[in-house]
């Protein structure tokens, strides 16, 4: 590990969190022999904060149980953040992060991924809130919901409506961080333009480096960091390695948006089923753990000093000041090949390190930026 590695403020923007532990009744306090995340091995990375990004995805969409299972995750990592307060506990600024840390301890930034109700349930929000998260990804993860698109599902809204704005503006005035990925791209310029705050891209690639629909735009980075938000650079191949997204596009193919027709998106109907919130827990176990196990073959595999190149590119598009690192562990990247786990966090520092980056931009990657901007909105300064 460098020593500018170990010094510095490390803060990862989007690291998978409670999925294995409510399914499979696991603790993230141990050491798992698989997946890519775990107290133990972020400690070996140099961490010192992550976006515990808790997760309700489509499999319990058709049900209609996504808002039991947000709040089953949320309480969940709040458990396993008590029951490992020696190494973590939760923040709920950047304040906290700091103190947290001159404990020698990691802080926990919660952050939702998925619907935690498709409607957009202003009350089910504050709750959330209440209980502790301060991030929240507007998109039902890979969804449209009932007020904003998302880049990969069908276009209803034409970007987000006005009940979308409401939730933007409750999260502003409860000073939540507003992360738009997964949003369309006319979703996250208007969510950008609606919001009172900075707002967040919390992990992706650039679509002008891969075009896959996840990407962000080029429009929409510049547009996020002249309002002051941060862009965080994904870890894997798919969004960051134009000869592997080539090699896998086959099997992937772009959705073509048909043209925005107001109407209620098909996954807000309850569907006819028999399955309970339990049938749905043994069919989500059989992911799990959301880690890319295939082989990749030499030439489609990337390296660190690529990874570097594209948070070189962010730098170069909206400034030092609004690129950090959101990536995605345990939610199913292909890793570059220096990288196996968490605890390979300090080949980033050493690829920009060659990039000939100055310590100072380095910091401002590793967290600071993250840092930044969660002061700014959790506590408006």
């Known amino acids: 590990m ?12 989007h690291t998978h969190v409670m999925s294995r532990e409510l399914v499979l009744k696991t603790d993230i306090g141990q050491r798992y022999k698989d997946g890519t995340v775990d107290l133990p091995r972020a400690k070996e990375g140099g961490l010192d904060a992550m976006f515990f990004s808790v997760y309700t995805p489509e499999n319990y969409y058709p049900g209609r149980f996504e808002t039991k299972n947000t709040f089953r995750v949320v309480n969940l990592a709040l458990d396993q953040i008590r029951k490992n307060n020696a190494v973590i506990e939760l923040a709920l600024n950047a304040s906290d992060i700091e103190r947290i840390n001159k404990k020698g301890k990691m802080a926990a930034f919660l ?11 202003l009350d089910l929000l504050r709750a959330l809130y209440k209980l502790g998260l301060r991030a929240m990804q507007l998109t039902a993860h890979s969804t449209t919901n009932a007020f904003i698109d998302a880049c990969n599902d069908v276009y209803t809204w034409g970007g987000i409506n006005d009940h979308g704005k409401a ?4 999260m502003n005035n409860l000073g939540m961080v507003i992360n738009v990925a997964h949003a369309s791209n006319d979703a996250i310029l208007q969510s950008v333009a609606a919001s009172r705050h900075p707002v967040i891209y919390s992990h992706g690639g650039f679509y002008k480096i891969v075009d896959h629909p996840r990407c962000i735009s080029d429009e929409a980075a510049k547009a996020i960091a002249a309002k002051g938000g941060v862009i965080g ?40 089923t028999n399955q309970t919130i339990e049938d749905v827990d043994r069919e989500f176990a059989r992911e799990l753990p959301f880690t890319y196990n295939q082989t ?6 990337m390296h660190v000093d690529q990874l570097a190149r594209v ?9 030092e000041d609004h690129i950090a690192l959101g990536s995605d562990l345990d939610g199913g990247p292909e ?12 080949q980033i520092t050493m690829a920009l390190q060659r990039l000939g980056y100055t310590d100072q931009r380095i910091r401002k990657i590793l967290g600071l930026n993250w840092l930044r901007v969660i002061r700014e909105v959790t506590e408006g300064k």
């Open 2 to 13: 460098p020593d500018l590695h170990r010094d510095a403020f490390v803060m990862d923007g």
């Open 111 to 121: 952050d939702l991924e998925g619907g935690y109700d498709l409607h957009g349930d």
């Open 167 to 170: 939730v933007i503006r409750e």
């Open 233 to 272: 650079v994904h870890f894997g191949s798919l969004f960051n390695n134009p000869a592997y997204w080539a090699w896998q596009k086959p099997n992937n193919p772009v959705r073509k948006q048909p043209v925005p027709q107001p109407k209620t998106p098909r996954i807000l109907a309850t569907q006819a």
């Open 296 to 301: 990749i073959p030499d030439e489609y595999w």
């Open 311 to 319: 948070i070189d590119y962010g730098v170069n598009l909206v400034g």
């Open 335 to 346: 890793l570059p090949r220096e990288i196996k786990d968490i605890s390979d966090y300090p």
